[in-house]
């Protein structure tokens, strides 16, 4: 794929994610997909493949969130199969806490799916916000 094909790819997994659907970021998941979330915090580290990435990483997350979560992109820079996007996430968990944070994720992608991301985001904020995973 292009790298305008693969930035058009990560705009419309961004629509969904705007508007609180999560499906088309999750069915643009490779099988192998891997996400490695930067930092120190319990909750760095890469999780490998599509089925642990919803299990250990998205299911204990999304159980702390009170209402629904909202990413907004505000860039997009495509080379390549790599798309860089700048966004920021915006949710309350159901400790009241507000995690309202911006990250940048650093995208590969392979035949017109996800095959890793790098997040780099407020580690101090994760330390705040979030329970460790469970």
């Known amino acids: 794929m292009t790298a305008a094909a693969n ?3 990560m705009q419309t997994i961004f629509a969904g994610l705007a508007a609180g659907n ?3 970021f999750v069915d643009s998941l490779a099988d192998d997909f891997a996400w490695t979330i930067t930092g120190t915090t ?3 580290k ?3 493949g599509k089925k642990a990435v919803r299990e250990e990483l998205l299911k204990p997350l999304f159980a702390q969130f009170a209402d629904q979560y909202i990413n907004t992109a505000t860039r ?3 080379e390549g199969d790599i798309v860089v996007v700048e966004c920021r996430g915006r949710v309350t968990t159901k400790s009241g806490r507000p995690y309202n944070s911006s990250y940048c994720w ?3 992608i392979e035949d017109g ?7 780099y985001m407020d580690t101090a904020l994760v330390e705040r916000a979030l ?3 469970a």
């Open 7 to 9: 930035k058009q790819l």
């Open 22 to 24: 999560g499906r088309p």
């Open 42 to 44: 319990k909750w760095s």
């Open 46 to 48: 890469t999780y490998r």
């Open 76 to 78: 997009f820079v495509a």
């Open 106 to 108: 650093v995208c590969r």
């Open 113 to 119: 799916k996800l095959k890793e991301l790098i997040e």
């Open 131 to 133: 329970a460790d995973p």
